[in-house]
């Protein structure tokens, strides 16, 4: 009788699961299918092929991916970039334009899935929030600005982003007021939806209802432009054909859209990890996300990205598994297969405001305004990024934007300073010296700490300060408290045993405490500071487990009060 309760107990959870993954999946294609027309649009491509994105998208990571939620497929954050970037090589819209963003849509899961294979999850770490925040405000401005012509019913711009914006200042008198009227209706009408009922696809419901409209009014295509029938051909499963000097050409392209998705796709891993207290697989997940730009790329499609909005639409719509993104890829085939008649009278202007409503989301105003009021410096950074990835050729713009963030991260590095330790009154507790503090110090010893990695990059600033710490009056010995230093390279390991060579020099005992990393003990040994030390191979001789063994074994003696409380000598 008990087990018989179990089974139907787990065969009910079961239906139960099925269900809810099969509801998430229809809301998940309502939500997608305006997403990926429109994006196909961006990208200069037919509405089908952003199905037919998305279907690779979905079957790919639900092959390999782990996280249960992740919507993968076309996404609009990186369509700005390679699109630019391909229409200097081909016209947009032709044969060997098509093929080529097929090509690196197919490089581009080749990378994310060495990723995932070689656990470079780390990568995705390059990008800093200042600089990512940059980075999507000025893909948020492309966006708008390649959809602006639609919105106000004129002709699709083209060139750098001060051309586009000549181009619709020179067009501003044939403006069409019926196609801004409903373009305005529809960015209104997701608005709303999404801010009072985000449960319902707020775009499907505007794209739909201006379709319909336009239908039933019979409306004229001149005073409200639609897309137009556009062909609808069911994918083969087949490698795009491309020249070496095709491939060579895409490479730095490839490599780009790879960092950028694999930020992307670690955030949303990370957000939505799928169940409360489950880690998420990062490595994996990209195994999964490359193997939809692979299958994308077979498909004849263009790259894919994994979602944050989609993956937070499956996660508030109940979905608990990939039969989710299966159920919206199985809806979106069955609409690019059967509903090319309903699809092609969509008012332009409609697919307009679903990405104006998607810039607006990635143009992250609350951050930007966080950023400027805790870090200044930061801010600038930020602005610096959004106005390159504006006003430069959209790979140019990227690229700088990662390096400034590499160059970020590398400056912040080099200001790490040595500090000056305390000991607690009556503890065994060193702590960085704060005048407003109580501690404790000895004559002529230091007690220091750099807290960072050390590196090429701090070598020469950590090596200076410990000869201008040894070069003090009547100092006798130096102790670094090296807790925090899990990693040493052989330039800082070279820098650190000069600095020692140098106290030694000057009549100044140096000692270190706490190195707790393994690696770091490794680094030492094998780069010759032990041996400037003085120390044997393990925790010995100049090197201890704690700065109180240190100085208890090389003699130092009474303490001296100092801080707010400084009353004198101390036992």
């Given at each position: 009788?008990?087990?018989?309760?179990?089974?139907?107990?787990?065969?009910?959870?079961?239906a139960?699961?099925?269900?809810?993954?099969?509801?998430?999946?229809?809301?998940?294609?309502?939500?997608?299918?305006p997403?990926?027309?429109?994006?196909?649009?961006?990208?200069?491509?037919?509405?089908?092929?952003?199905?037919?994105?998305?279907?690779?998208?979905?079957?790919?990571?639900?092959l390999?991916?782990?996280?249960?939620?992740?919507?993968?497929?076309?996404?609009?954050?990186?369509?700005?970039?390679?699109?630019?970037?391909?229409?200097?090589?081909?016209?947009?819209?032709?044969?060997?334009?098509?093929?080529?963003?097929?090509?690196?849509?197919?490089?581009?899961?080749?990378?994310?899935?060495?990723?995932?294979?070689?656990?470079?999850?780390?990568?995705?770490?390059?990008?800093s929030?200042?600089?990512?925040?940059?980075?999507?405000?000025?893909?948020?401005?492309?966006?708008?600005?390649?959809?602006?012509?639609?919105?106000?019913?004129?002709p699709?711009g083209?060139?750098d982003?001060?051309?586009?914006?000549a181009?619709?200042?020179?067009?501003?008198g044939e403006?069409?007021a019926?196609?801004?009227?409903?373009?305005?209706?529809?960015?209104?009408?997701i608005?709303?939806?999404?801010?009072y009922?985000?449960?319902?696809?707020?775009?499907?419901?505007?794209?739909?209802?201006?379709?319909?409209?336009?239908?039933?009014?019979?409306?004229?295509?001149?005073?409200?432009p639609?897309?137009?029938?556009?062909?609808?051909?069911?994918?083969?499963?087949?490698?795009?054909?491309?020249?070496?000097?095709?491939?060579?050409?895409?490479?730095?392209?490839?490599?780009?859209?790879?960092?950028?998705i694999?930020?992307?796709?670690?955030?949303?891993?990370?957000?939505?990890?799928?169940?409360?207290?489950?880690?998420?697989?990062?490595?994996?997940?990209?195994?999964?996300?490359?193997a939809?730009?692979v299958?994308?790329g077979?498909?004849?499609?263009?790259?894919?990205?994994?979602?944050?909005?989609?993956?937070?639409m499956?996660?508030?719509?109940?979905?608990?598994?990939?039969?989710?993104g299966?159920t919206?890829?199985?809806?979106?085939?069955?609409l690019?297969?059967?509903?090319?008649?309903?699809?092609?009278?969509?008012?332009?202007?409609?697919?307009?405001?679903?990405?104006?409503?998607?810039?607006?989301?990635?143009?992250?105003?609350?951050?930007?305004?966080?950023?400027?009021?805790?870090?200044?410096?930061?801010?600038?950074?930020?602005?610096?990024?959004?106005?390159?990835?504006?006003?430069?050729?959209?790979?140019?713009?990227?690229?700088?934007a990662?390096?400034?963030?590499?160059?970020?991260?590398?400056?912040?590095?080099?200001?790490?300073?040595l500090?000056?330790?305390?000991?607690?009154?009556?503890?065994?507790v060193?702590?960085?010296?704060?005048?407003?503090?109580?501690?404790?110090?000895?004559?002529?010893?230091?007690?220091?700490?750099?807290?960072?990695p050390?590196?090429?990059?701090?070598?020469?600033?950590?090596?200076?300060?410990?000869?201008?710490?040894?070069?003090?009056?009547?100092?006798?010995?130096?102790?670094?408290?090296?807790?925090?230093?899990?990693?040493?390279?052989?330039?800082?390991a070279r820098?650190?045993?000069?600095?020692?060579?140098?106290?030694?020099?000057?009549?100044?005992?140096?000692?270190?405490?706490?190195?707790?990393?393994?690696?770091?003990q490794?680094?030492?040994?094998?780069?010759?500071?032990?041996?400037?030390?003085?120390?044997?191979?393990?925790?010995?001789?100049?090197l201890?487990?704690?700065?109180?063994d240190?100085?208890?074994?090389?003699?130092?003696?009474?303490?001296?009060?100092?801080?707010?409380?400084?009353?004198?000598?101390?036992?």
């Open positions: 009788m008990g087990n018989s309760r179990l089974v139907f107990g787990a065969l009910r959870g079961a139960l699961t099925w269900r809810a993954d099969l509801l998430a999946g229809l809301t998940l294609a309502a939500i997608a299918a997403e990926q027309m429109a994006t196909a649009r961006l990208g200069g491509f037919a509405p089908s092929i952003g199905f037919y994105a998305f279907i690779a998208g979905a079957l790919g990571f639900a390999l991916g782990a996280n249960r939620q992740m919507s993968v497929g076309a996404d609009s954050t990186i369509t700005p970039i390679f699109a630019a970037s391909l229409a200097l090589i081909a016209p947009v819209g032709g044969p060997q334009y098509a093929a080529l963003a097929a090509l690196l849509a197919l490089l581009v899961g080749l990378f994310m899935s060495g990723a995932g294979l070689f656990r470079a999850g780390w990568v995705a770490n390059l990008l929030t200042p600089v990512l925040t940059g980075f999507l405000a000025g893909i948020a401005v492309h966006i708008a600005l390649s959809q602006l012509p639609a919105l106000l019913g004129l699709a083209s060139g982003t001060l051309q586009r914006v181009q619709i200042a020179a067009q501003i403006i069409k019926l196609a801004l009227s409903v373009g305005l209706v529809c960015l209104v009408s608005l709303v939806i999404e801010t009922a985000p449960r319902l696809p707020g775009a499907l419901l505007a794209v739909g209802g201006a379709t319909l409209g336009a239908l039933l009014l019979k409306v004229d295509p001149s005073a409200l639609v897309i137009g029938a556009f062909p609808v051909e069911w994918p083969q499963l087949a490698a795009p054909e491309a020249s070496v000097e095709q491939v060579f050409k895409l490479v730095g392209l490839a490599v780009i859209l790879t960092l950028v694999m930020v992307q796709s670690a955030a949303t891993s990370r957000a939505y990890p799928g169940s409360s207290g489950e880690e998420p697989d990062i490595n994996r997940d990209f195994l999964g996300v490359g939809g730009g299958l994308a077979l498909f004849g499609a263009f790259p894919v990205n994994a979602s944050p909005p989609r993956t937070a499956v996660a508030a719509s109940g979905g608990k598994t990939q039969i989710s299966l919206a890829a199985l809806a979106l085939g069955l690019a297969a059967f509903g090319e008649n309903f699809l092609s009278h969509a008012p332009e202007t409609s697919l307009a405001a679903t990405l104006l409503f998607v810039a607006g989301r990635i143009f992250r105003l609350g951050d930007m305004r966080d950023i400027c009021r805790r870090s200044r410096p930061e801010f600038l950074l930020m602005a610096i990024t959004t106005a390159a990835v504006v006003l430069l050729p959209v790979q140019t713009g990227v690229t700088l990662i390096i400034l963030s590499l160059i970020h991260g590398a400056w912040a590095t080099t200001q790490t300073d500090q000056t330790l305390e000991r607690l009154p009556g503890e065994t060193w702590w960085p010296r704060n005048p407003l503090v109580e501690g404790e110090t000895l004559a002529g010893v230091a007690v220091v700490s750099f807290q960072a050390l590196s090429f990059l701090n070598a020469d600033r950590c090596r200076l300060q410990l000869q201008r710490a040894a070069e003090q009056p009547q100092m006798r010995l130096i102790v670094l408290e090296a807790s925090a230093v899990v990693s040493i390279d052989y330039t800082a820098a650190l045993a000069a600095a020692i060579d140098h106290c030694h020099a000057r009549g100044c005992d140096f000692a270190i405490a706490r190195l707790e990393s393994v690696r770091a490794a680094a030492m040994k094998t780069f010759g500071v032990l041996d400037a030390l003085g120390a044997t191979d393990s925790i010995g001789e100049r201890f487990y704690s700065v109180d240190a100085l208890r074994r090389l003699g130092a003696q009474a303490f001296v009060r100092t801080g707010a409380a400084a009353d004198g000598n101390v036992s």
